[in-house]
């Protein structure tokens, strides 16, 4: 058996029209969506992020604003930044720039961002609400994954979920969406003994590690889906993930592609999020 190939641009042009029209409803309102993005230092590869998620809102008519600090930044020099864009009401969405320079702790710059505005869901609000059920705005590329999966209509009530990678803005928020989908969910980690051994078992596996070659074909049961959101980047140039692509594709019955699978879907929910972020502060705005 050879796997489908799960396209991830296919579905992220679809969620871009979504977006479309509910900016057109949020503009006929008189509201344009505003997201913030906050970049301290010169991390080469995050001015790359910052620049494609600001075309990514041009393309859809959100405005964006890329706010810069230098790398030497003091911690409240970035507070306070956040402090002014938590105030300005037309900024919908604000997204700390990862990794941050090493002196800067990410924890209290995270938790200063508003969780109405906290687009990337890394507050602890609203991770306490996805835990509690509660509508929260959920971490990017888990949402992307689930989107994906809804699309595919691959079914997660009463699957056995793997996730490989347990970090606060992938792996954790995973998790949580797959159990909230009614799977059953194994997390592995670094300190995890035999991650092969647990994935074998996945009727769903999801690989968030960051670690090329990681999963291998034997890893995969046959018939299983597979989601891929590792992204590495060999010495030769080459962006790959965790799975060893074609050995995988050969057992598994759904696989994404690196790139375009699920590194689309991320940059679109990020678009998502910053709409539904307006809607709610207008719906806030419009209550008695
Ligand atoms: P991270 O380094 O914060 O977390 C990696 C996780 O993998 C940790 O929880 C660690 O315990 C776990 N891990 C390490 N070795 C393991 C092993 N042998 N078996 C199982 N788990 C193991 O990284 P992150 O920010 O969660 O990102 C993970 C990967 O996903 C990276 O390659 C990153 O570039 C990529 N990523 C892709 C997208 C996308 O849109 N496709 C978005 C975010 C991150």
Redesign the pocket.
């Known amino acids: 058996m050879s796997a489908e190939i799960i396209d991830g641009r296919a579905v992220a042009a679809k969620v871009r029209e979504e977006v479309l029209d509910r900016v057109a409803a949020l503009a006929a309102r008189g509201v344009t969506p505003g997201l913030a993005m906050v970049l301290v230092g010169n991390h080469p590869p995050s001015e790359i992020y910052v620049r494609l998620k600001a075309k990514d809102c041009e393309q859809v008519g959100i405005a964006s604003n890329v706010l810069r600090l230098p790398a030497d930044a003091a911690e409240e020099e970035v507070l306070s930044l956040i402090d002014r864009l938590n105030a300005d009401p037309r900024v919908h969405g604000i997204l700390v720039q990862m990794p941050l320079p090493n002196h800067l702790d990410p924890k209290p710059i995270v938790d200063r961002v508003h969780p109405y505005k906290d687009v990337d869901g890394l507050h602890p609000t609203n991770v306490g609400w996805l835990q509690a059920g509660h509508p929260a705005l959920l971490a ?2 888990p949402q ?1 994954v689930m989107r994906l999966l809804r699309e595919y209509e691959v079914p997660t009530l009463g699957s056995h979920a793997v996730v ?8 954790r928020p995973m998790s949580w969406l797959m159990l909230r989908a009614h799977a059953t969910v194994t997390t ?5 003994a035999d ?1 092969g051994r647990l994935a074998r078992e996945a009727d769903i596996l999801i ?5 090329a070659g ?1 999963v291998k074909g034997d890893w995969i049961k046959p018939g299983a889906v597979v989601i891929d ?4 980047r060999l010495p030769d140039g080459r962006v790959v ?2 799975v060893d692509f074609e050995p995988a594709r050969e057992r598994a019955r759904l696989i994404t592609p ?1 790139p375009g ?3 689309p ?3 679109a929910m990020l678009l998502t999020n910053t709409c539904l972020a307006a809607e709610r502060m207008l719906q806030r705005t419009l209550m008695p």
Do not use: F, K, N, Y
Request: glycine share 22%.
């Open positions: 990017c590329t992307g490989l990678g347990r970090s606060a803005i992938v792996g592995c980690h670094r300190h995890t991650p690989s968030a590690v960051g670690i990681l959101v590792g992204i590495t993930g965790d690196v699978g699920v590194g879907m991320t940059r």
